[in-house]
């Protein structure tokens, strides 16, 4: 028996991250200024640390509820009451997960039938088709472009609909392209998803970080709370990524739902990371607002720095990644990529791997000290002034000339 043939056909077929490739050869590299990780620089505040170490000395090891810590469930009710005006019970409208992460999962896994179809938006975060697809549904693409600002075009959802449309994945502010919807144009895509009895699921890991405006929460539509699975957590606003909490909030029947299979897999979140959590709730939001602020100031600089350098840049208002077009210079996203990072050392992730419609650009995250990005911008910039006088070295030269055959 060969060992593949012991692989399920779904995972053999699920296609390799776009970004774990990138990176294995950034592995290859030294001296690299790394626009790549979707994570914030930052290290987590102090105060959240504590209060892990905390839990800990006081032996606060054992599992928690499945549904996780009631006092952090209360927390984030208060939090989502006090930030949306929106009303959650702690008792059953709240998991407690592994980070948004698990928490998509559990939500595909908890609300699709095999064949059901879901709406996803690109270019987005890599995990939603995969999850979609282990969950046995079929992921539908609707394409979001520069030329409506990255926005989801309620006419472009109206047409993918079919009979088997179940779920539409909502994701803004969106990673790569930093993109925001206001209240309005949500509202939008919130007569159709009521019109067509669609579940939203609403991926806002990155509302706190909203530049430009005030963010929505979706629920928070007329409406809409009935019919949406709310999906946040500590990684991005807290700098809290590899402590693993994240959360879901909706309507009991779905909660309940994904808390069996999360009883069955995971059992809980990590106690001493939901003490954390709790932390960063009650006493963090100094800290938070300041780390905001910090990616405001390197989000101008940055951006600003790429259009004058001549690679065109959407205004990003939210999350923490620019999203240029690198199409002008006649090199893909990906020899794009590959060349900077051998000529000049600067690693950026090519936009195709976030969806197909990310062609011709390439995602610079800006959760990078801005030091950095001055030089980052620096390199670019000389990378662009070679390619655009054939001076790049012969070595990058016969490595685009083998990917383009
Ligand atoms: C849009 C989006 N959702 C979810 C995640 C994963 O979040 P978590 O760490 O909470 O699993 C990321 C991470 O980059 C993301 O960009």
């Known amino acids: 028996m060969s060992q593949q ?46 209060a892990a170490v905390e839990a800990l000395r006081h032996g606060l090891t054992s599992y928690t509820s499945n549904y996780g810590l009631l006092q952090l469930r209360e927390a984030i009710a208060q939090d989502i009451h006090h930030r949306y005006q929106v009303e959650y019970s702690p008792d059953n409208q709240i998991l407690i997960t592994a980070g948004v992460s698990e928490g998509m999962d559990l939500a595909m896994r908890a609300v699709l039938d095999p064949g059901d179809e879901v709406i996803i938006h690109e270019p987005c975060y890599v995990s939603y088709k995969p999850c979609v697809a282990l ?81 929505t929460c979706f629920a928070s539509l007329p409406q809409m709370k009935q019919r949406t699975l709310l999906l946040n957590g500590f990684s991005k606003a807290y700098a809290m990524t590899g ?14 739902a994904m808390m069996r299979i999360h009883s069955y897999t995971a059992l809980c979140s990590s106690a001493l990371a939901q003490y954390g959590a709790l932390e960063a709730l009650e006493n963090c939001e ?62 950026a992730i090519p936009g195709p791997a976030f969806g197909e419609c990310g062609a011709g650009h390439i995602r610079c995250t800006y959760a990078t000290h801005i030091d950095q990005l001055k030089q980052a911008l620096e390199r670019m910039e000389r990378f662009i002034a070679k390619l655009a006088s054939d001076e790049l070295s012969a070595q990058v030269k016969s490595v685009l000339a083998a990917t383009r055959g």
């Open 5 to 50: 043939s012991l692989i399920s056909q779904v995972v053999t077929d699920l296609p390799p991250s776009g970004i774990r490739e990138f990176f294995d050869l950034v592995a290859t590299q030294s001296d690299v200024i790394s626009l790549g990780v979707g994570e914030p620089d930052f290290p987590t505040p102090w105060k959240i640390c504590d």
């Open 135 to 215: 969950a046995g549904g079929v992921p539908v693409v609707v394409a979001t472009s520069a030329e409506h600002d990255f926005k989801l075009q309620p006419d472009a959802v109206q047409a993918a609909i079919t009979a088997r449309t179940r779920a539409l994945v909502l994701s803004y502010p969106n990673n790569p392209t930093g993109a925001t919807m206001t209240r309005s144009e949500l509202t939008e895509v919130a007569r159709i998803a009521d019109k067509h009895d669609l579940l939203v699921i609403a991926d806002e890991i990155y509302n706190q970080l909203t530049y430009e405006g005030r963010p």
């Open 243 to 256: 402590w693993r909490v994240g959360y879901a909030c909706g309507p009991a029947t779905i909660i309940k």
């Open 286 to 347: 100094a800290e938070m607002a300041e780390m905001i602020a910090q990616y405001d100031q390197r989000r101008r600089l940055f951006v600003a720095g790429l259009n004058d350098i001549g690679l065109p840049c959407f205004e990003p208002k939210g999350a923490f990644y620019a999203f240029p077009s690198i199409q002008h210079t006649g090199l893909s996203a990906s020899e794009f990529c590959r060349a900077l990072l051998m000529e000049e050392k600067v690693a």
